[in-house]
């Protein structure tokens, strides 16, 4: 009977962690995309913050002709040369960076993919280990709050920490899965499942994308752009993966 208890009060425990999880995640998803609504006109990146400067910069001049080209005996006006248009010419704003429409969305995407993965098989792994189920509302918590980091203030630490983490998390599942683990805890491999190899196969795409940032010439963005200056597969591959993980909840999979 008191087995019986504590079976019960390990599942009740493991929904309130899933719940409590997945409202911090909309909790989050609502305190990422609140700024862009309260201050539509704010810079969201350096590239905005170019195009608001130059918008300013032509509010103040003629508008007859280009900033930049002299008049008369007056001065050319100081400006970077790429924001100045040739005559007869529109000015052209700076182009997105691969880094800005691909790499870094791509790892936002991926590592709040396998924050939902992890979220969805914790109160199971819960069931059969309290360590289980913490280690993995710890991957979950923590993938969701990297995700968010890099959305809003984004730094090569923490994309180096990024890549870092989600490979000791892949070499761990491989463990697990040839292996086991020591002192007692998983004295046999455990099978593989279609979540693990969902949430390894989204971890290595945050790995991939973090390396190519760090690797990239491009600058890296201080935050995320909107959606609408992504790449246009990207938006493709976030329906992708929110129909896996709805097909993989719908199942009844186990982990």
């Not at 019986?4 to 009740?12: L, N, R, T, V, Y």
């Not at 929904?15 to 609140?34: E, K, Q, R």
């Not at 090569?156 to 070499?171: D, E, F, H, K, R």
């Amino acid at each position: 009977m008191l087995a019986m208890h504590e079976h019960a009060g390990f599942g009740m425990a493991a929904h309130d962690i899933h719940y409590a999880i997945v409202g911090g995640g909309l909790l989050g998803l609502v305190a990422l995309l609140s700024p862009r609504f309260l201050t539509p006109h704010g810079p969201a990146d350096e590239h905005e913050a170019r195009v608001l400067a130059l918008r300013a910069s032509l509010a103040g001049h003629d508008h007859r002709r280009p900033p930049g080209l002299a008049t008369g005996n007056q001065p050319a006006t100081a400006l970077d040369p790429t924001r100045v248009a040739a005559p007869g010419r529109l000015l052209r704003t700076p182009a997105l960076t691969t880094a800005q429409r691909v790499l870094l969305p791509l790892a936002v995407v991926s590592s709040a993919s396998s924050a939902a993965a992890h979220t969805a098989v914790g109160p199971e792994h819960l069931r059969e280990s309290v360590w289980f189920g913490v280690f993995f509302a710890c991957c979950a918590m923590l993938q969701l709050l990297w995700a968010a980091l890099v959305a809003v203030h984004a730094t090569w630490q923490v994309v180096a920490a990024g890549a870092v983490g989600n490979l000791g998390v892949i070499g761990l599942w491989a463990v697990t899965r040839t292996m086991g683990l020591p002192f007692g805890l998983m004295p046999r491999p455990e099978p593989v499942g279609p979540w693990d190899v969902a949430c390894a196969v989204w971890e290595l795409v945050v790995v991939g994308a973090c390396i190519a940032l760090v690797q990239s010439r491009d600058p890296l963005p201080t935050r995320l752009v909107t959606w609408r200056s992504w790449h246009p597969a990207l938006p493709t591959y976030v329906a992708a993966c929110l129909l896996l993980l709805t097909a993989l909840a719908a199942s009844g999979t186990g982990a």
